[in-house]
Every structure is written in structure tokens, then in C-alpha cells.
């Protein structure tokens, strides 16, 4: 049974940071991408990042561009995504999900949420004014 568990979600200032992590069991975890996506009350989901299986490639949202950085630790089978400066409409419920696309898919199949086949149950960030 595969599980993706996501946490280090929570409530912080405009400007600061927190570091979402993604525990994955049930799965190889260095045979598949891994992204993170967002949802705000009221939108639809969108993708904020995606890494390649082997981390040689990252994706980022242009809205989170120099901001987020993902990365991934293949020997804790885990994902992890670093927010820095943080604005208010950086607050939603954050997922990660896994992909089995192949290696050298772009930013395009990686954005797109129908291309994963595994979610977590998502958590909170919260980012006051």
C-alpha cells in the first residue's frame, strides 16, 4: 500500500520560512518524480514544483520562482520542499503526489496533477499578513 505523508505544514509571518517534507512507503521511491502541489480555498490545485526521480532535474512554478526549492533524499525515501519568504497567498493545503513519467518529461507533463498516480493527504500552510 503506497503512502505519501506529508508534514512540517503550520502558521508563519509574511517573510518567514518553513520546509514541507514528504515521507513515501509502499513504493521504490528513485523510480519515481515527485511534485508538490497547492490548493487555496475556493481554487483549483496548482503545481508549485517537481524533481525527477534521480533529483537531476527540478521544475518551479513561475509564482514560487526563487523562492521554493525542492529537493529529495532517495536513501529517506522523502521529498522535501524549502519555502522561504512567504506571502500570504502562499496559504493553502500542500500535497505532494508521485509520478512515474518518464525521465526526461518537462515542466508540462510534471504541472499537470493527472500525471501523478500517488497523493498525500496534504497540509495546512497558513502565512499571516
Same mark, same amino acid.
Not at 503506497?2 to 513515501?24: H, K, P, T, Y
Not at 529517506?76 to 506571502?87: A, I
Given at each position: 500500500? @503506497?503512502?505519501?505523508? &506529508?508534514?512540517?505544514?503550520?502558521?508563519?509571518?509574511?517573510?518567514?520560512?518553513?520546509?514541507?517534507?514528504? *515521507? %513515501?512507503?509502499?513504493?521504490?521511491?528513485?523510480?519515481?518524480?515527485?511534485?508538490?502541489?497547492?490548493?487555496?480555498?475556493?481554487? &483549483?490545485? &496548482?503545481?508549485? %514544483?517537481?524533481?525527477?526521480? =534521480? !533529483?537531476?532535474?527540478?521544475?518551479? /512554478?513561475?509564482?514560487?520562482?526563487?523562492?521554493?526549492?525542492?529537493? $529529495?533524499?532517495? /536513501?529517506?525515501?522523502? @521529498?522535501?520542499?524549502?519555502?522561504?519568504?512567504?506571502?500570504?497567498?502562499?496559504?493553502?493545503? +500542500? +500535497?505532494? *503526489? *508521485?509520478?512515474?513519467?518518464? +525521465?526526461? =518529461?518537462?515542466?508540462?507533463? +510534471?504541472? $499537470? #496533477? !493527472?500525471?501523478?498516480?500517488?497523493?498525500?493527504?496534504?497540509?495546512?500552510?497558513?502565512? =499571516? #499578513?
Amino acid at each position: 500500500q @503506497v503512502q505519501l505523508v &506529508e508534514s512540517g505544514g503550520g502558521l508563519v509571518q509574511a517573510g518567514g520560512s518553513l520546509r514541507l517534507s514528504c *515521507a %513515501a512507503s509502499g513504493l521504490t521511491f528513485s523510480n519515481y518524480g515527485m511534485g508538490w502541489f497547492r490548493q487555496a480555498p475556493g481554487k &483549483e490545485r &496548482e503545481f508549485v %514544483a517537481a524533481i525527477t526521480w =534521480s !533529483g537531476g532535474n527540478t521544475f518551479v /512554478a513561475d509564482s514560487v520562482k526563487g523562492r521554493f526549492t525542492i529537493s $529529495r533524499d532517495n /536513501a529517506k525515501n522523502t @521529498v522535501y520542499l524549502q519555502m522561504n519568504s512567504l506571502k500570504p497567498e502562499d496559504t493553502a493545503v +500542500y +500535497y505532494c *503526489a *508521485a509520478s512515474r513519467l518518464p +525521465y526526461q =518529461s518537462g515542466i508540462y507533463s +510534471y504541472g $499537470r #496533477s !493527472g500525471n501523478y498516480d500517488y497523493w498525500g493527504q496534504g497540509t495546512q500552510v497558513t502565512v =499571516s #499578513s
